[in-house]
């Protein structure tokens, strides 16, 4: 099925709900970088976290109009951006996560999980790089996820960190979105599961914002 296009001062844009439902998306999370990056707490895993939202902010533009909105003037190069730097968001929010570890764990443990996010990150954008699929940033984001629930579990049952809970549920709000994307559920042509994906997106950045207010609000280190 061809992607409906529209055409804007006579530039032909192509899956224009797409790119709106993108434009969407990163307009929020930048207004959550904006918010968090303002917040007074002194703990370096805020800064974690509002990198998230702005390299999220960053490559959901650059994914709408290079990946769609100008796809066909671009080819397959035009979502070599999104799809390779992707793996950078995920990145931020381990970085996040692990810090909480602070004052809980051997600082030995600490740094390893560190090491190995930081690891994990080349390999993943060099298999998305070399074979231009958004596959593998799913996979670096369900690795990533391997490694950060543990924790979050573990400040919650132990510490009743306040706002754990709330990354929980972002991570489980964002489990769903691959079956959308593997199954290519949509409403339409036009709200394509690309769209519908966009939407649960946002119901989990909405869940992992109020997270980072209770957790920074609330941090013990």
């Known amino acids: 099925m061809a992607h409906p296009t529209i055409d804007i001062l006579g530039v032909t844009l192509s899956e224009p709900v797409t790119v709106l439902t993108d434009t969407i998306l990163a307009i929020v999370c930048f207004y959550f970088y904006i918010k968090i990056s303002k917040m007074p707490s002194p703990a370096r895993g805020k800064a974690f976290f509002a990198r998230f939202f702005l390299w999220m902010s960053v490559l959901t533009l650059l994914g709408g109009l290079m990946g769609h909105g100008f796809l066909p003037q671009l080819g397959p190069m035009g979502k070599y951006p999104a799809r390779v730097l992707t793996p950078f968001t995920m990145f931020w929010l381990q970085l996040g996560v692990i810090e ?21 990150l080349p390999v993943f954008i060099g298999l998305a790089f070399w074979y231009n699929h958004f596959s593998y940033a799913i996979f670096h984001n369900m ?33 769903i979105i691959p ?21 649960i997106m946002l119901l989990s950045f909405i869940a992992l914002y109020l997270a980072t207010i209770k957790l920074f609000k609330n941090i013990e280190y």
């Open 100 to 120: 909480m570890l602070q004052g809980k764990a051997r600082p030995i443990l600490i740094k390893s999980l560190q090491w190995v996010s930081i690891g994990m």
């Open 179 to 199: 079956y959308f994307q593997i199954n290519r559920i949509g409403v339409n042509r036009w709200f394509t599961y690309h769209d519908v994906c966009h939407v």
């Open 143 to 175: 690795a990533a996820a391997i490694m950060i629930i543990p924790i979050l579990i573990f400040c919650l049952v132990k510490y009743k960190t306040k706002g754990t809970d709330w990354v929980l549920y972002t991570l489980l709000i964002s489990s």
